[in-house]
């Protein structure tokens, strides 16, 4: 079951970079992915950037209601920013690291905001 916090958080407000993949998109980069019958998204590193976005975006909104940062979670935003790095600059939604990274504070501040909404720090 998830933590409280999870709960409150509402993915459905963040703009991921994601969000604005399509299909055809998919279908020209991954073509193994889409097939006559399915889209089979868990098998793309779309998959991968999702959870690694909602990972940059729980870790922040945890942050922002008061909680210490995570000593993972700290590690962890490296790992995301490469991560997201090579699927972003793949399917052309970052041109490098610095502007990924712009990406990643942009989910973050999303994220925070949020939180700071449901009575976190400010």
Request: charged share 30%; proline share 3%; hydrophobic share 35%.
């Amino acid at each position: 079951m998830p933590a409280d916090w999870t709960r409150r958080l509402d993915f459905s407000k963040i703009a991921f970079p994601t969000d604005s993949v399509s299909i055809g998109r998919i279908r020209r980069i991954e073509p193994d992915v889409v097939d006559e019958d399915d889209v089979r998204v868990e098998d793309s590193t779309l998959r991968a950037a999702i959870s690694h976005e909602v990972a940059v975006a729980v870790e922040a909104f945890r942050t922002a209601q008061g909680h210490s940062p995570t000593t993972d979670g700290l590690e962890q935003r490296g790992h995301n920013l490469e991560v997201l790095n090579e699927v972003y600059v793949l399917y052309g939604l970052s041109a490098g690291m610095h502007q990924t990274d712009q990406l990643l504070r942009e989910i973050e501040s999303q994220a925070a905001a949020q939180a700071r909404s449901r009575g976190g720090r400010s």
